[in-house]
């Protein structure tokens, strides 16, 4: 029974031999960022809301060297095909590759071309952000190609407009903030409205395990959802509240609201607001190293999810209860939603038993075997040229 994906081979290395095993030279340099595991926070990014992610030990490598023309390789099929920046491409990973160059260009800070060749660890459509990966190690490599050397708050920015103001995905800031500024044994509490960012310890690895349920950010539920908040949020102003987002209403007001605003929007907004609270509740409890806290704080945000943002799915629901049911401290689904990954906190000493018993449960509800590895809080973008490598 496959319990365990520990080992990989490493995306950097892969994405420098794929270049020059296609392109038939060495690339100048390779940059990496890493996906994204959100432990509470789910769909409170563009409420104004707080974020508790951090960053996985998978990665997306994008090595590259100047050209006059645009060419472009990935590890899925090893094509290599020219791409034309100025035209969209919406439907194809390339959309994301031609939406960084879209936004280097407008700001001056991209090459005249370049060859690129992908490699990546981060499982796609599983909820861990793989095109904040994506986007993020692309718009370092390219501006690495020009000599210049960016914050990475500034990568972040520029990996959020491509994805957000080029392929069109509403999304909010969160992937690619992690993505590009995750450090080494902490997740992030981000409170959007401000920016602020705390960096909160995070030493012991957590547990993921994929429904195998795939989704796509572009397939119209995740904006449909985002449209859903903003109308939640106009009937809330209706009902004489002045806020710029649903993540700063107080969960004092929030039942009479609720009453007050009809299905789905009031169980959006029930949502929001009471996720806002329990993540900023859940970065306490981890920075006290409160597990059992942090535990109960998940499996409260997923049933969240499921009974009032309605962005779960069946498989999750039964990892959630399942993992509960054999010894977890806690489980929700992680990420947009509608499929993808359950992240599970396991008491350490006994977590090589549970992930079998839990696998086996699954099984037989399911028939499959969901695929379960650990990840530990890994760091945000780095580059590589010619043997050095730089944390951003
Ligand atoms: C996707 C988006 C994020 C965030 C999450 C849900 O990952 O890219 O901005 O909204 O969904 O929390």
């Not at 990996?159 to 997740?187: F, L, T």
């Not at 029930?270 to 306490?284: C, D, G, I, L, P």
Request: charged letters at 20%.
């Amino acid at each position: 029974m496959e319990r365990s994906l520990v080992r990989h081979p490493g995306p950097v290395r892969q994405a420098i031999s794929l270049f020059r095993d296609r392109f038939g030279s060495a690339p100048v340099l390779c940059a990496s960022a890493p996906g994204r595991v959100n432990l509470i926070g789910e769909h409170t990014d563009y409420n104004g809301g707080p974020v508790l992610p951090f960053a996985i030990d998978r990665r997306t490598a994008v090595a590259g060297s100047e050209d006059e023309g645009w060419t472009v390789v990935s590890q899925v099929d090893g094509t290599v095909r020219a791409i034309d920046p100025s035209r969209p491409e919406p439907g194809s990973w390339t959309a994301y590759i031609g939406g960084v160059v879209r936004v280097l260009q407008a700001r001056g800070l991209a090459p005249a071309g370049a060859r690129l060749a992908v490699a990546s660890s981060v499982p796609i459509g599983a909820g861990l952000s793989s095109s904040a990966a994506l986007t993020v190690a692309t718009a370092r490599a390219l501006v690495g190609l020009t000599g210049r050397r960016l914050p990475p708050a500034a990568l972040a920015d520029l990996a959020y407009r491509a994805e957000h103001d080029e392929v069109g995905v509403r999304c909010g800031r969160m992937d690619q903030i992690v993505s590009a500024q995750a450090r080494p044994g902490h997740a992030m509490l981000i409170e959007t409205a401000s920016g602020a960012i705390t960096h909160v310890p995070l030493h012991h690895a957590v547990w993921l395990f994929d429904t195998g349920i795939r989704h796509r950010l572009t397939d119209g539920q995740y904006n449909r959802r985002r449209q859903e908040c903003e109308v939640a949020l106009q009937r809330v102003r209706e009902q004489g509240h002045r806020v710029d987002h649903l993540g700063e209403i107080a969960p004092n007001d929030l039942a009479p609201l609720v009453r007050a605003v009809p299905a789905p929007w009031g169980l959006r907004l029930r949502h929001v607001v009471s996720e806002t609270a329990r993540t900023r509740e859940a970065a306490k409890a981890l920075a006290g190293h409160d597990l059992g806290e942090l535990g109960r704080l998940l499996v409260e945000g997923h049933e969240s999810l499921r009974r009032d943002f309605e962005s779960s799915c069946p498989e999750a629901d039964h990892l959630v209860e399942s993992a509960m049911r054999h010894g977890a401290l806690g489980a929700r689904l992680t990420g947009a939603g509608s499929g993808g990954a359950v992240v599970v906190l396991l008491p350490p000493d006994q977590a090589a038993r549970l992930v079998t018993e839990i696998q086996e449960h699954f099984r037989q509800a399911f028939g499959g075997v969901p695929i379960a590895w650990a990840t530990k809080a890994s760091g945000g973008v780095r580059l590589r040229t010619s043997g050095r490598t730089r944390s951003s």
